[in-house]
């Protein structure tokens, strides 16, 4: 009790809007001040400005809940203990989720790249490679990896007896030990990926508003312009998570009248970046939400309505 006393109060204002700047008033907040025992919380209601405040003091860090029906909510986090915080968020409002199909990223989706170092295409309908490397028929977009073995991670002395381990454990599972197996296991990589689409005007958009702290992290709707044709990363290390505080929104299947004028494309949204892993031939994990109707921006998915089948690993998506 005699910490706490000595505690200073701090202020934490929220200024609460929706995706179109305008104030939300009428919001629930619940402020809390985290302390080693037990939490102090202010309970409160955004004014016609949006604004929610509280003071208090914590031992460990601040943060803040904000909902609305209608909305959906905000949460924030890790806020230091040491200053004061004015914080603007946006709670976005439900328009319309609708149907899409949705699969989250991780080791549940992650895919290997059939070839090196040559373009293939990804259908994103069918979350696999177009054929002949998979049951994919369309190419939403393009990837070209090409991977290589930079060395060991080990030590002379260390890497000998890891080989001696790695072939004791193909002889008791009577796998026949090789030294490419090997280096997959114990060597350094590295890795380029490059993103490219197959048609005119199909592209990529990296979107700079991302909520992390809210289920709809990017708009509503896909852009109309701003694509770009090509993406590429580095991948030093055997993994890269890609950001997570980024969005992207993809444009692709554009299909052009005999003027050459566009007349219709698909839209897609990713959550993050790809994340690529490098031992090997490599792989790629994806976190996307499409909409195959043509024309149709909106990307506000529905998670009660995936369209992959519900035993497709990745697709229990929830956040919209």
Not at 46 to 62: L, P
Not at 71 to 77: F, G, L, S
Not at 192 to 215: D, H, N, Q, T
Not at 222 to 243: D, K, L
């Amino acid at each position: 009790m005699l910490l706490c006393s000595h505690l200073t109060a701090r202020e934490v204002k929220v200024h609460v809007i929706d995706e179109n700047g305008s104030p939300v008033a009428g919001a629930k907040s619940s402020i809390y001040f985290v302390n080693a025992r037990h939490d102090e919380r202010r309970d409160g209601v955004t004014d016609i400005n949006g604004v929610s405040s509280a003071n208090g003091s914590g031992t460990n860090s601040f943060g803040f809940i904000i909902t609305k029906h209608g909305h959906y909510q905000a949460r924030v986090e890790g806020l230091s203990k040491d200053e004061d915080h004015d914080v603007e968020v946006v709670l976005p409002r439900i328009l319309n989720p609708i149907p899409l199909y949705a699969q989250h990223g991780g080791s549940a989706t992650a895919i290997a790249f059939p070839v090196q170092n040559e373009w293939v295409g990804f259908d994103l309908e069918v979350a696999d490679w177009v054929a002949p490397h998979g049951k994919g028929k369309t190419a939403d977009f393009l990837l070209r990896f090409k991977n290589e073995f930079k060395g060991w991670s080990s030590s002379q002395k260390s890497l000998e007896e890891r080989i001696e381990m790695h072939k004791d454990f193909y002889k008791r599972i009577k796998k026949e030990w090789t030294m490419e197996e090997f280096k997959i296991t114990a060597g350094k990589w590295e890795g380029v990926m490059e993103l490219s689409f197959p048609g005119e005007g199909e592209g990529v958009f990296e979107e700079k508003r991302f909520l992390a702290y809210c289920p709809l992290k990017l708009p509503h709707l896909a852009p109309e312009e701003g694509y770009v044709p090509t993406r590429s990363s580095v991948v030093n290390g055997n993994f890269s998570p890609g950001r997570e505080d980024i969005g992207l929104f993809l444009r692709t299947r554009v299909r052009r009248d005999k003027q050459g004028k566009m007349i219709s494309a698909n839209y897609a949204k990713v959550i993050g970046d790809f994340r690529v892993s490098t031992p090997g031939p490599g792989g790629f994990s994806l976190a996307y939400y499409f909409n195959p109707a043509p024309n149709d921006r909106n990307l506000e998915f529905d998670s009660d309505k995936n369209l992959f089948p519900k035993e497709k690993p990745g697709t229990n998506v929830y956040d919209p």
